[in-house]
Structures are given as structure tokens and as C-alpha cells.
């Protein structure tokens, strides 16, 4: 019977996904919820407990050999877990690590879901061997995560490697945080629909029968795949266009970090990785300024949906 044990939780937009975890990074119970709309702290803590006791229950571990919670939530927060900055969220301003903390009397670590992401690759994914590693994920927006020396950075305020929102084309599109022509106002998923709806309502075609019919919906990952699959011009225009401005983000992120690897990963990749990632190569590869002074390889994430899960388990099982 393990004795010390882990939970490990990603908070994202649409589910609370949790794994209970132990200290090596097996996962003995995997549970979730849907995220309530406009999520309190009081109701994510609610959502933990339940998810908790769901795990404990069919796993058949005890709780008492509870060792501490990580928490991964797609936003910016302090060294202390308050929450400086959450979308679609009310948990800005909330001191959540103290508040779980006083509920469930274990350690708590809180962290930004992509930080989080890219510590769990590098943990048990596809940058064990690496040093030095930029994990960038792509899902609705654009997440990212930078361990420098196998440290995790997160700047002065909790608000750095924040390369989604790196400014990649002057008075490009509107971005969701303000500024025009972010990585993610060009590449993110949002970015590839808003391109993809603008086209359709111009009078272009797809092979996609679903596409057409989603002026009010998002398109997600899995109709991407799908639109691939079909070779519809549209989508792969589209899509080969965001894949090569992801190259170009990722040559700029070799000339500020000189890493390692940098780690693709999110739902877009993981639907849409075979397409997207020969692009990126392709056009991160034109880049002279490296030849002769070492490697960077570009590798798709090995955890997926679990990165975030176990690299909350490793933050607070190092804290
Ligand atoms: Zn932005």
C-alpha cells in the first residue's frame, strides 16, 4: 500500500480533470468534472473535494496517505498561490493555495496550467534528458512554459514565459488580451476559426459538410483532423499559414532561450500534430544563425492530457 500520495489537478476552461498519483508518477486513479461557468474559488474547491473522494474511493487507497494537492489553473499567480489573472473565471484576487490549504490540511502547490505542462514533460515526458526546455502548448489559445536549468521560470510577478501573447506580427489581429498580432492572435485554435469562419462567410468552400454549419460554434480540434484528413483546401490554407508563424515564434524562442527541445502539445497538436509539426520543422530549420553551434529538436508532447496533471504532482512534491 503507498504510503505517501499525490493528486494532481488541471482546471481548464470546459473540465477539472485530477489524477491520483504516486511519488514516481503512476497514475492509480484518473477522475472529472465539468468546470462550473464563471467559476468561484469556492466552487473549484468543491469540485477538488468531490474529485478527491471519487479517486480515494476507486482506488481503494486511504486518505489519510494523502501527501499534498498541485494545482494547475490557466492563469497568473504570486510565490504565495494567490491568483493574479484568470479568463472566463472568478478566482482573481483569491488567495486559493491558503484557502485549500485550510480545507483539505495538506500541501498545496498552485501553478499556470502550461508551467505545469511543460514541468510534467520534462519530468516523465518528452524532455526528461533536457536541461534547458520551452514547452508550448496550443489549444483554444496558446500556453507556454520555459525551464531554464532544470528550474522552472516564471519571471518577477508569476507572469512570464507568457510567449503566447509575444507581439510576432505589428498591427496583426486583435488578441483576446488587448494587443494586435500576438503568437496566439495567428496560430492559437480561435485564430485558425476566426480565419476559417471569415472565408466561409466570403463564399469559399469546404469538403468539411460540419464546417458549414458552425457560424455560432467553435470548431474544434477533432473537425480540424477531420478537415486534414479530407485535404480541404480551406482548412489546410488555413492551418498551414498558422503552422509556419508557430516556426517563426519558435525561431525566435531558440535565439532568447538556446534550448534544448521545445515541447509542441495541447489539443490541436495532439488532433492535428502530423499535419502541424513537419511545418513548423520546415520553417524553424531555415534558420542559419544555429548551424554548427548545436541541437534544438522541435518534439511533440508524449503526456497529453496528463502533463499538466503530473506536473502539478511534481511541483508539490518538490515544495
Ligand atoms: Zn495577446
Not at 482506488?59 to 492563469?75: A, T
Not at 489581429?173 to 476559426?193: F, H
Not at 455560432?216 to 477531420?226: D, Y
Not at 509539426?277 to 492530457?305: E, H, M, W, Y
Amino acid at each position: 500500500m503507498q504510503k505517501r500520495l499525490f493528486v494532481g489537478i488541471d482546471v481548464g476552461g470546459t473540465k477539472i480533470a485530477a489524477g491520483l498519483v504516486t511519488p514516481a508518477g503512476k497514475i492509480l486513479a484518473r477522475a472529472k468534472t465539468a468546470t462550473p461557468p464563471r467559476s468561484t474559488a469556492a466552487q473549484v474547491i468543491r469540485c477538488v473535494d468531490l474529485l478527491l473522494k471519487e479517486m480515494f474511493a476507486s482506488s481503494g487507497m486511504q486518505l489519510k496517505n494523502l501527501s499534498g494537492i498541485g494545482i494547475g489553473i490557466p492563469g497568473i499567480m504570486d510565490a504565495q498561490g494567490k491568483v493574479i489573472r484568470t479568463p472566463n473565471m472568478r478566482l482573481t484576487g483569491a488567495p486559493l493555495a491558503k484557502l485549500l490549504a485550510a480545507k483539505f490540511k495538506v500541501k498545496i502547490a498552485l501553478g499556470n496550467d502550461a508551467n505545469l505542462g511543460a514541468l510534467g514533460e520534462k519530468w516523465l515526458g518528452a524532455a526528461r534528458e533536457a536541461k534547458n526546455i520551452v514547452g508550448i502548448f496550443a489549444g483554444t489559445g496558446i500556453g507556454a512554459g520555459v525551464i531554464i536549468d532544470n528550474r522552472l521560470f516564471t519571471g518577477s510577478h508569476g507572469a512570464g514565459a507568457e510567449l503566447g501573447h509575444m507581439i510576432i506580427r505589428d498591427q496583426g489581429p486583435k488578441c483576446g488580451c488587448g494587443n494586435q498580432g500576438c503568437l496566439e492572435s495567428l496560430t492559437g485554435r480561435w485564430a485558425m476559426e476566426r480565419d476559417i469562419k471569415k472565408s466561409l462567410a466570403a463564399g469559399k468552400t469546404t469538403r468539411v459538410k460540419k464546417l458549414s454549419h458552425r457560424k455560432n460554434q467553435p470548431i474544434k480540434s477533432g473537425i480540424l483532423r477531420e478537415a486534414i484528413a479530407k485535404k480541404d483546401p480551406l482548412v489546410l490554407k488555413i492551418m498551414a499559414e498558422a503552422s509556419r508563424q508557430l516556426g517563426i515564434a519558435c525561431i525566435s524562442v531558440r535565439h532568447i532561450f538556446d534550448p534544448e527541445m521545445i515541447v509542441l502539445g495541447g489539443g490541436v497538436i495532439e488532433a492535428c500534430g502530423h499535419f502541424i509539426l513537419p511545418i513548423v520543422n520546415k520553417t524553424f530549420q531555415k534558420n542559419k544563425f544555429f548551424s554548427g553551434i548545436g541541437r534544438c529538436d522541435i518534439v511533440a508532447s508524449k503526456l497529453g492530457d496528463d502533463a499538466i496533471i503530473l506536473g502539478a504532482v511534481y511541483l508539490v512534491r518538490q515544495s
